[in-house]
């Protein structure tokens, strides 16, 4: 864990910064497809917030050991590392600290495709399913043709 | 401790418990339901809320160890390749259910004489038949009629619609000739009974704030306490007493307070699904009955059947229905009979799902490798997004005496009862059944044009159908209870839940579970006179 330590609020100042980083590089934003990065302050505030519940020191310890493969791997802060080395660090930790590598990635995923802004990108409104509901279309029956035309299939007794 | 006592204590407020109450209310008796969970309060159900998605991993887990809701009892299925799925609310698990409706065929009740496997039932088809409509009636069951898998059944609520997903699969199947229908969906496709009409929230799994879904807390429960039926939330049942005659006399139960309480009654019925119902039983031992109530054979807790379920998923190069529609779409059982040519005996039902929302996606694409961290991830992600779809295998499960419910000797509830411990093994034959439903469902969804075919089998978390342990018969020495629920041992105790099944079929349970509560309550009603003789 860093030394500095972790408060009822959250993530340290270290820590944030590294998440930071790494949420930069899971998820870089793109114009063209309107989407935001994974560190963009709306979404790194729900993931802050997620993690705040009921993973923060598992969180921090791995985010520390992250900082410290870096400096062992390639005698680098995580932070000064381009997005596709801080990936890979990142998937190295998949094999050697999977509860770390598989909460982030579950925090990360949760709050980013419920954010505003890449619901929009896919097309879709920001809102709960409820009260609203959805459309879907009733579809065309007669695609049953052939199974009624084989006939029954069950089984006399 | 003591009260007065009640004509009939009904232990569970799920499926079963439900159904039977309602049933005997028209008696007049006087009825009380003992329920460890609450009542649930449909606005705060996750489909109100923007992280509907996340709540499948915490407070509206399938699983009672992960979600841990102080409602909930511990599970000790550390020694099973499937983990027990329930919830614990006036409802019980129909909470949580995705609404698949189907009835068992005819044909179900009879695999020994027709496969040489299991045991008949002491009951057939055409003796439940009334109570699956009684208890149509009441769900509110949407379907076409005419599916040419069953005999003919009375008439749905509209079916569920295809979407485009369900257009997609069928295209698939009827490609290849085989069977599918609209599901039969326990769905208010329109109002019904109080109810509004589903509205494609796509969250049935986690509770239905629509309250389009027929779970019994809204169909069944509702017109039970207005007939008079007393249900008590937040009381956990620790074991049923017994008298030197072998007659049942009551319960002992902790209050919301923790605080132990003994209500006596004259009838006792157990309601509390094939992990909860064997638990009770074993846990009330006696003089009388040092194994557990009703426990003379042997066999309470023994003969545990799961559905061993496989996932069978693909990618399309068009947009389906994704996060929009109930879950419940079109079914098949192209392969639900015996043909032992296929390596197994008995068969299974495709279920097809519509796809997932847009978490679910990401989830489901990261961890299989699908969608990339870093560069290329939104690429790979909307080749993903509202274009996934699937099925499910559901399989029948054999009976087999060493797969079992057991008391756990350390684990206990935050009342201190013992946890349920579940000891069970895949057998070879649900093996072989697994592996064919995986590779006839990959040639379903390749039919359909779906590539990326993703499988699980079995899936690990879907203990969602707990049935088998304390089965029916009319051989005390090999069943639990007699041919309408009564124990053989004690003659005033009475189970009506998915324990009493003698084998599982390859559907869902819930509505042959709830039909067989109302037939077993129907049975004592024509006995009341001599229910005890």
């Given at each position: 864990m860093s030394d500095e330590l972790i408060t009822s609020d959250g993530l340290n100042t270290e820590d944030q910064t590294t998440l930071s980083a790494l949420l930069s590089a899971l998820l870089p934003g793109n114009e063209q497809l309107g989407v935001p990065p994974g560190n963009d302050a709306a979404v790194f505030e729900d993931i802050q917030a997620t993690i705040r519940i009921s993973a923060l020191e598992m969180i921090s310890d791995g985010l520390d050991e992250l900082r410290k493969l870096a400096l062992e791997q390639l005698a680098r802060e995580f932070d000064s590392l381009s997005n596709p080395i801080r990936v890979q660090l990142f998937e190295l930790m998949r094999s050697t600290n999977g509860a770390f590598y598989g909460t982030l990635s579950s925090v990360t995923v949760q709050c980013y495709y419920r954010n505003d802004q890449v619901m929009e990108s896919l097309g879709m409104e920001p809102r709960p399913p409820y009260p609203k509901g959805h459309e879907v279309p009733q579809g065309d029956f007669n695609l049953l043709d052939p199974v009624r035309a084989r006939g029954k299939i069950w089984r006399d007794v | 401790m003591s009260s007065d006592p009640v004509d009939v204590l009904i232990i569970g407020a799920g499926a079963s418990g439900a159904a039977a109450a309602w049933s005997l209310a028209d008696t007049k008796m006087r009825i009380v339901c003992l329920e460890q969970g609450e009542w649930m309060n449909p606005s705060e159900y996750p489909s109100t809320g923007r992280d509907w998605e996340s709540r499948h991993s915490g407070d509206f887990s399938i699983s009672p160890n992960r979600r841990g809701r102080i409602t909930d009892y511990p599970v000790n299925d550390s020694n099973s390749p499937i983990h027990v799925a329930n919830f614990n609310a006036v409802g019980g698990s129909t909470i949580l259910y995705n609404g698949h409706f189907p009835r068992f065929h005819p044909s179900d009740f009879r695999v020994k004489t027709l496969d040489g496997v299991g045991d008949d039932w002491p009951i057939d088809y055409q003796t439940l038949e009334p109570y699956y409509d009684e208890s149509d009636r009441l769900t509110g069951v949407a379907g076409l009629a005419g599916d040419p898998a069953y005999p003919p059944k009375q008439e749905f609520l509209p079916p569920v619609p295809l979407g485009l997903s369900g257009a997609k699969l069928a295209s698939g199947f009827n490609k290849l000739g085989w069977h599918w229908w609209p599901s039969d969906a326990a769905v208010a496709t329109v109002p019904h009974d109080g109810r509004d009409k589903c509205i494609n929230l796509s969250a049935c799994t986690l509770g239905c704030a629509q309250g389009a879904k027929?779970?019994?807390?809204?169909?069944?429960?509702?017109?039970?306490?207005?007939?008079?039926?007393?249900?008590?939330?937040?009381?956990?049942?620790?074991?049923?007493?017994?008298?030197?005659?072998?007659?049942?006399?009551?319960?002992?139960?902790?209050?919301?307070?923790?605080?132990?309480?003994?209500?006596?009654?004259?009838?006792?019925?157990?309601?509390?699904?094939?992990?909860?119902?064997?638990?009770?039983?074993?846990?009330?031992?006696?003089?009388?009955?040092?194994?557990?109530?009703?426990?003379?054979?042997?066999?309470?807790?023994?003969?545990?059947?799961?559905?061993?379920?496989?996932?069978?998923?693909?990618?399309?190069?068009?947009?389906?229905?994704?996060?929009?529609?109930?879950?419940?779409?079109?079914?098949?059982?192209?392969?639900?009979?015996?043909?032992?040519?296929?390596?197994?005996?008995?068969?299974?039902?495709?279920?097809?799902?519509?796809?997932?929302?847009?978490?679910?996606?990401?989830?489901?694409?990261?961890?299989?490798?699908?969608?990339?961290?870093?560069?290329?991830?939104?690429?790979?992600?909307?080749?993903?997004?509202?274009?996934?779809?699937?099925?499910?295998?559901?399989?029948?499960?054999l009976p087999e005496e060493s797969n079992t419910v057991t008391l756990d000797e350390n684990l206990k509830d935050s009342n201190g009862i013992p946890a349920p411990k579940v000891d069970y093994t895949l057998s070879e034959n649900s093996l072989n059944m697994l592996k064919f439903s995986v590779d006839r469902a990959t040639e379903v969804l390749e039919a359909a044009g779906a590539k990326d075919i993703m499988t699980?089998?079995?899936?690990?978390?879907?203990?969602?159908?707990?049935?088998?342990?304390?089965?029916?018969?009319?051989?005390?020495?090999?069943?639990?209870?007699?041919?309408?629920?009564?124990?053989?041992?004690?003659?005033?105790?009475?189970?009506?839940?998915?324990?009493?099944?003698?084998?599982?079929?390859?559907?869902?349970?819930?509505?042959?579970?709830?039909?067989?509560?109302?037939?077993?309550?129907?049975?004592?009603?024509?006995?009341?006179?001599?229910?005890?003789?």
């Open positions: - | 027929a779970s019994t807390d809204i169909t069944f429960w509702p017109h039970a306490i207005r007939a008079g039926v007393e249900l008590r939330t937040r009381c956990r049942v620790r074991e049923i007493t017994v008298n030197e005659d072998d007659m049942a006399t009551g319960v002992v139960y902790f209050d919301e307070d923790g605080k132990e309480q003994f209500q006596a009654a004259e009838v006792v019925m157990v309601a509390c699904n094939g992990v909860g119902t064997p638990r009770v039983l074993l846990n009330s031992k006696s003089k009388r009955f040092p194994d557990g109530i009703a426990n003379r054979s042997g066999l309470v807790g023994k003969n545990l059947m799961f559905h061993p379920y496989a996932s069978i998923y693909g990618t399309f190069d068009e947009p389906l229905d994704g996060y929009r529609g109930p879950g419940v779409c079109i079914w098949s059982q192209e392969f639900y009979e015996t043909d032992l040519n296929r390596g197994h005996v008995r068969g299974f039902t495709y279920e097809c799902n519509r796809g997932r929302g847009p978490v679910s996606t990401a989830m489901t694409g990261v961890f299989r490798n699908h969608i990339p961290w870093g560069e290329g991830h939104h690429e790979a992600y909307l080749d993903m997004h509202n274009r996934m779809s699937g099925m499910v295998s559901i399989c029948e499960d699980e089998s079995p899936i690990g978390a879907g203990g969602w159908h707990l049935m088998g342990t304390a089965r029916m018969g009319t051989d005390p020495d090999r069943s639990v209870v007699n041919e309408w629920g009564r124990s053989h041992d004690v003659k005033n105790l009475f189970i009506v839940d998915g324990s009493l099944f003698v084998t599982s079929a390859g559907v869902n349970p819930t509505r042959t579970i709830q039909a067989l509560a109302l037939y077993v309550a129907d049975s004592m009603k024509q006995r009341l006179a001599n229910l005890f003789d």
